[in-house]
């Protein structure tokens, strides 16, 4: 059994994949805004991680913007047969850089359509709908008019599954309500812990829940909390927390993202970490010791 084969399989839709898989953000430029410094070695890390078991990787055309996609192609097209690719739609960027809503009926549809040409796909596997009613965390707000949309292009066979990212409870639940549902994506971490009841219920009804960011938002002292773990068990801090996340629920999927082949190796060699008790109640003690949203925190989350 290969190292990412302990992490474990979930359905997304109709689809099984493996529990950890790669986030191709990191492979755009500085801010996730135009080309990579290493485009020959964005390509290598993709198919090392293709060849390394993974078989989701989740991507946007709003990275680059087209960058990541268009990397993607070039690393991997012809695709292999059990390769799922997660996208996102709902956000475009500005000539600055900037991240904006395009969330118009008109604006999700083109956007689909980008996706489909720059990956070369007939049909995008799962599509999420990201909201942009909060800058950097979820915020109310109705996505009726952009689920029916994007329903819509489901009907008309360009899309197979629908999920939604940077979403409240209650969006989720009024997502669920408009069309079938099959993955919600959000912040989460060993210290960003809102969506603990909303995983838990997830689970239940067996969708899947698709955390960003394994080390945003910790105060010092929580990193030194997990960093005290990872030294005691000869580990990475981003193996630890991604151990963690594999053990906190099985519906979760991983999507740690990295630029770098050594990182790579690193994040899908913590699919075979074990986290003895005593670790695991250090581990959990964090999020209690406080939940505060840096600055930075926020601008990434904006970004994913």
């Not at 965390?137 to 008019?145: M, R, T």
């Not at 549902?181 to 899947?208: H, K, P, S």
């Not at 406080?290 to 930075?296: E, K």
Request: hydrophobic share 45%.
């Amino acid at each position: 059994m290969s190292n990412i084969d302990q992490s474990g399989t979930f359905k997304l839709g109709t689809r099984t994949v493996r529990r950890l898989g790669y986030g191709a953000m990191q492979l755009a430029g500085p801010g996730v805004f135009g080309p990579p410094k290493d485009p020959d070695g964005a390509r290598a890390v993709l198919r090392s991680a293709v060849a390394g078991g993974v078989n989701h990787i989740d991507t946007s055309d709003f990275y680059g913007p087209y960058v990541t996609n268009q990397l993607i192609r070039e690393a991997l097209h012809p695709y292999p047969d059990d390769l799922v690719i997660v996208t996102k739609i709902g956000a475009r960027r500005g000539a600055d850089g900037a991240w904006l809503p395009a969330n118009t009926p008109a604006e999700l549809t083109s956007a689909v359509h980008d996706n489909l040409r720059n990956l070369r796909l007939d049909v995008l596997d799962v599509v999420n709908l990201r909201s942009m009613f909060g800058h950097g965390a979820p915020a109310e707000g109705s996505l009726e008019p952009q689920l029916a949309a994007v329903a819509e292009l489901q009907q008309k066979g360009l899309v197979r599954h629908i999920g939604v990212s940077n979403v409240t409870p209650t969006q989720t639940a009024e997502a669920r309500r408009i069309c079938e549902i099959v993955c919600v994506q959000n912040l989460y971490n060993l210290a960003q812990r809102r969506d603990d009841a909303l995983i838990d219920e997830l689970a239940r009804a067996g969708i899947a829940y698709v955390p960003y960011f394994p080390l945003g938002g910790f105060t010092p002292l929580q990193s030194s909390v997990l960093s005290d773990v990872a030294q005691r068990l000869g580990a990475t801090p981003m193996q630890v927390a991604v151990a963690w996340l594999l053990r906190r629920a099985p519906n979760i999927l991983l999507i740690p993202g990295t630029s770098s082949l050594a990182h790579l190796r690193e994040n899908l060699a913590a699919a075979k970490l074990h986290l003895p008790d005593d670790a695991v109640a250090a581990l959990d003690g964090i999020a209690a010791s406080a939940d505060i949203r840096t600055p930075a925190t926020a601008r990434a989350a904006a970004e994913a």
